[in-house]
Every structure is written in structure tokens, then in C-alpha cells.
């Protein structure tokens, strides 16, 4: 495969949407490039009398719409450029869902396999301690992303309010609900992408009750197990794999059972009543529905050729290729790009801003049923922008999200 930089993917999606919609030079400009990038480095005292040097990124692309709004990696392979694409992806994301909210994406380049517990607290509060006069409530609203999670946030934010000794729970979202998180937030990302899974097959006509199969096998992975069934009625689990392997089974399996396999394995792999596959091959069995939720680019020009699901939801952020892109959908297959697919996540993360400003909070069903409405007028908004401008779903997707914030920045005059 060749290698692809993530920014370079994320510049040429913007100028075809800005094709799409005859937008004018400066505004086709201004939609390409992050409005403003913050890199720091992050010494850390380590377990074992040392300080390390880490380097960290948080990147705001844009806040026409709202104050920015993304996670925070913890990954060894991020680069400026990794950031600044997700940041984007983050803009279009809640603009496509309608929040008023823009984008933004944090990032530390570190190993957490190979860091302890304190380590990664004193990481986390030293990341807060770089950053803290960029974000905000109303400013920048990190969240967690790869390798980072809710005890991530609720040490970030305590130092967040420590430093600026207020109470401001609403300055990070997926934080535990002890401390201003929501219910429901947990699970929204895979719920989401279940909902615009259950409108495709109705709009394709296709059995929801079918198979499906999970690339990656972390949180939303794992969730999106447990919630197929749930939301769509029925359907087989019938191939997983995580990054030590994959696992099949024609006849199905039991989600359940699974995740509390890798909850004490780390792995799926030797799940009893399963056979061993190579971890890619899960991107290319015969299924209704493929789940890729893991890293970006896992979908390209090497395999797009062997994928046979009908419908491919994407959970993770840039699972698939541009040229894999334009081949599934000349070959019939549906994607619901990611910032469709993935968006539940910070629609959740929204609402639990809204409940931290009131300190008023909703119970589960309310923020059920209110994410449940956001993405399926999402899905059939893009749906009919595909059908309006003839373009792949990623593209209709992109021509909802990219309309939205170029408005708002008409409006503001910036352009
Ligand atoms: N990291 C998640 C995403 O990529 C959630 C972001 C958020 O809630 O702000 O969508």
C-alpha cells in the first residue's frame, strides 16, 4: 500500500466539497487549513526518577459553528499532520450532525502500553498545564480518544479547575458521571453508527438481521458488538479481530461472552468454539455489515478488491482510502463515512456539555431517543445530498458538513 498522509486526504476532500458547492477562493482557502495549532512539549516525571520529553499537539480547525470540539489521543505514530486531519474531520463531523460546535483533535505521541497508571496522570495534568489557556466551555471541549478514556478526562479535568480554580465540569466530556459525565455517553459512538446502520438497510432494502463482522475491538468495538443486535433486532457476529489477530465463526457468536473474553485475555483471539483468521481478513468475508473500528486506512487500493460486505459503517476515524472510496461505491457497496458513522460519540459529548451548563442531567432513555433523532435526520440529510449533487456518500457527507461552517463564516464576515 502506498503510505498516505492523513492532512494531504483531508485538504483534497475539502477542495472537492468546495467544487461541489462553487465556493469562492478565500473560503475554499480558509476551509483547508486549521485555524490554529498548539504544539508543546511535555516533560513528565517518570517512575523511575527520570523525566521524560513528550510532544503534544492541539490543533482547533475551526470554531465558526461553536466552540472547537474533539478528543485527545494517546499514540505512538501521531504527527502534526495526523492531528490536524483528525481536527478537520472532527469540524465536519459536528457540522454534518447540526451541533453548534466546531473542531478540534489533541494528541501526545507516547507509547500508554508501556507507561504506568502515574505516569499517565502526571502526562495527562502536564497536557492540561500546556493547554489551559486554549481551552474552555466556551472554547475548546476536549474528550477522550485512542488510548485515552474517562479517567483520562476526569484527571484533566481537575487540573483543569485547579489551575483556574473554578467549577467548569463541562471543559472535557466522557468524563465519569460521578463527576458531570452523562448517561449514555459510553456507548453512543457505537449506537449512533447502529442507528445509521438500521436507516441504510431500510433504505436499501436490506435484512438487518443478517451478519456483521468488527475490525478492532476497542471500545467502540466492543460496544457496537453488544449493540447490533440490540437496535437492529437480531443479526450474527460472525468474524473480529483486534491487533493481535482475528477470529471467525460462521455460525456466530456470542457478544457478550467475547468482550468479557477480551476484558481478561486483552485478546479475542482464542475465544472458545472460534477459528484463528489473519487480522485483515476480517475486512474481507461476506457479510452484510463490516464494522472497521480500528486506525485509518485500513480499507485501500491492496484489498478494496476482496471487500464483499454490502454495507461497510465506519466507526473509526479514516478507515478507508480515496481510491477505495470511488472503487466501493462503483461496485454497489455503501459506506457511511466516518463523519456520519462516528458522530454519536460527540453528540453525546454535546448534550453532556448542555447537562454540565445546566447542572441539570437527563436519564438514559432521554439521551437515547435524543441521539436517536440527531442521526437519522443526519443519515437521510447526507442521504439526500447524494442523491441531489450525484456523489459518493463521503463526498455527500463532506458537502453537508463543508456547506454549514462555510455559511457560518460568510456570516461572520471572515470571508
Ligand atoms: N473522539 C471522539 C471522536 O472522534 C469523540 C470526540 C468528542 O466527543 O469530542 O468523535
Redesign the pocket.
Known sequence: MRSYNSFDVLQQQVAEAAKILNLDHATTELLMWPQREYKFTIPVRMDNGEVKIFHGYRIQYNSARGPA???I?FHPDETVDSIRA?SG??TW?TSVLDLP?GG??GGVVCNPRDMSERELENLSRAYVRAVVQYIGVDKD??????YTNPQTMAWMMDEYETLMQVHHPGVF??KPQQIGGTEG?RDA?ARGGAVAVREACKVLGIDPTGTFAIQGFGNAGQRIALLHPELLGGGKLIAVCDSRGGIVNPDGMNPKELVTHKLKTGSVVGFPGTRSIPRDLVLELEVDVLYPAALENSINEDNMERVKAKIICELA?GPTTPEADLFLHKHGIHVIPDILA??G??T???FEMVQDKSSFFWDEATVQARLDEKMRKAYHTVQEAMREKKVHPRLAAMVVGVARVAEACKLRGWV
Open positions: 470540539k474533539g478528543g489521543r483528525l474531520w472532527m463531523k460546535l478540534a483533535k471541549v476536549p474528550a477522550p480518544d485512542v466530556t466522557d455517553r459512538t476515524n462516528s458522530a460519540g460527540v453525546v459529548s454535546y
